[in-house]
């Protein structure tokens, strides 16, 4: 199977394999990466068949090209024009299993394919082809999973939480009404729900902080959501980042962290309820609150990390390293969240030539924080800082040299869990920073 010369993504004709791929990568490298990854998480997708037509020992692909040319990609890095996206989609197909047979609809001509193939990129066609759905019906089919069914829920949380505040009530009924959209932008971002300390399990909204160190940040954040912040001022994560350096004094402080999160649920609020007593009358105790089920990203390592610009041996490690449940493996993943940050920042300081710094873990650490963050004012990098360099930095790094060490040791998931999401957003910085200073 070859891909077609004549593809119409193509402004002139390509005169083979490789340039058929140079020109899908040109056109939109960072989405044949997505779709490689894609791929190999989830395999093809079997409601969309790829069209093929015979053409001597060949089979041309008529509809698919850009699904080939990331197969073929995978299975053959070295078809990428250039070093570096070979070693990105020799790390992509390492991390899974890259389908070897392909699902294909046979056409014996191009005209016989042709109306087939106009159908499917060239939208509704006034219903003959594929109807869109809105982001009413986008939104139900997902549930909670979308951003906007998120925002929804925290609105509702909010108002349960603080039923007694009535100008937050108008701002979050205002938004709710108004901008859910832009709430949503916000707390789909995994930086900005970290630094809210706020978190989401099917029906559940879950603080990381108490309801009332909360109160000061969700009023500023309503209020400017229903106010002055519109969606051109969150749109980027950038923005959004500016924005959590604006409100910095309004956030919860770290060091009121819960060691387990308080949980909404559906409507009954999470607070003291009447109870019958045993000689009949009533009285209030405070309401059971259910574990929280930890969200996908806090189930395994650095889960909401991609790093797509350190070397192979490197992606390899770390790809194999967020296949562990921190539940289920608490010693391998403690083990693991030290030798994963150790050979990133080391990996970055090869490649970008850091020379100062390089003599122990704490050092190295602390090169790239102030490579990736001169200024010391980027939220999502707050935890590393505290944790490598500032008053907890000797304990932590005792622990993290004493997960690998110590066979005293006994790692709680709690703790390997905290420096997972304390020093991702510093390995998705590294990454953003070899791949900037490469190009």
Not at 276 to 284: E, I, P, Q, R
Not at 361 to 377: T, Y
Not at 382 to 390: E, I, L, M, V, Y
Request: hydrophobic content about 40%; overall charge positive.
């Amino acid at each position: 199977m070859t891909l077609d010369e004549m593809n119409p993504r193509h402004a002139q004709p390509t005169k083979s394999l490789e340039e058929s791929i140079a020109a899908l990568l040109d056109k939109g490298e960072p989405k044949l990466l997505r779709l490689a990854k894609s791929i190999v998480e989830r395999g093809l997708n079997p409601t969309e068949l790829i069209v093929v037509m015979p053409e001597g020992d060949l089979n041309i692909v008529l509809e698919g090209n850009r699904r080939v040319a990331t197969l073929k990609l995978l299975h053959k890095p070295s078809l990428a024009p250039t070093e570096q996206l070979q070693r990105k989609f020799a790390a992509i197909a390492a991390s899974g299993e890259v389908p070897r047979r392909v699902q294909c609809v046979v056409a014996e001509t191009r005209q016989q394919a042709a109306p087939w193939i106009k159908l499917r990129h060239t939208g509704e066609n006034e219903g003959v082809g594929v109807v869109k759905w809105n982001p009413a019906e986008v939104s139900r089919f997902g549930g909670r999973s979308t951003p906007t069914e998120k925002a929804r829920l925290l609105t509702d949380a909010v108002s349960v939480w603080f039923a007694d505040d009535a100008e937050l009530l108008a701002d979050v009924a205002t938004v709710r009404e108004n901008r859910i959209t832009n709430l949503g932008r916000m707390i789909g971002d995994p930086d900005v729900r970290g630094r809210l300390g706020i978190s989401f399990d099917g029906e559940s909204v879950a603080s990381d902080f108490p309801k009332e160190r909360m109160r000061q940040i969700l009023v500023r954040l309503f209020h400017d959501l229903a106010g002055s912040v519109s969606v051109d001022k969150i749109k980027t994560k950038r923005q959004r980042n500016s924005y959590l350096q604006q409100v910095e004094d309004d956030l919860p402080k770290l060091a009121d962290r819960l060691d387990e999160p308080e949980r909404f649920s559906g409507t009954a609020p999470n607070t003291d309820h009447e109870t019958k007593k045993s000689d009949g009358s009533s009285g209030s105790t405070p309401a059971r609150v259910p574990r929280r089920k930890r969200p996908d990203f806090e189930k395994r390592l650095f889960q909401s990390v991609s790093l797509r610009n350190v070397s192979l041996r490197t992606s390899e490690v770390f790809e194999e390293a967020k296949r562990l449940s921190i539940d289920e493996m608490p010693n391998v993943a403690a083990i693991m969240v030290r030798i994963v940050v150790d050979i990133v920042v080391t990996d970055a300081a090869a490649q970008l030539g850091w020379k100062r710094g390089q003599n122990d873990l704490k050092g190295r650490i602390g090169a790239a924080l102030h490579q990736v963050d001169p200024a010391q004012d980027n939220p999502a990098l707050s935890d590393a800082w505290r944790f490598s360099q500032k008053d907890e930095g000797a304990l932590v790094l005792k622990t993290l040299h004493q997960f690998v060490h110590s066979w005293q040791a006994n790692p709680l998931t709690s703790e390997v869990r905290k420096l997972s999401l304390a020093y991702g957003p510093l390995l998705t910085q590294i990454d953003e920073l070899i791949e900037k200073k490469k190009r």
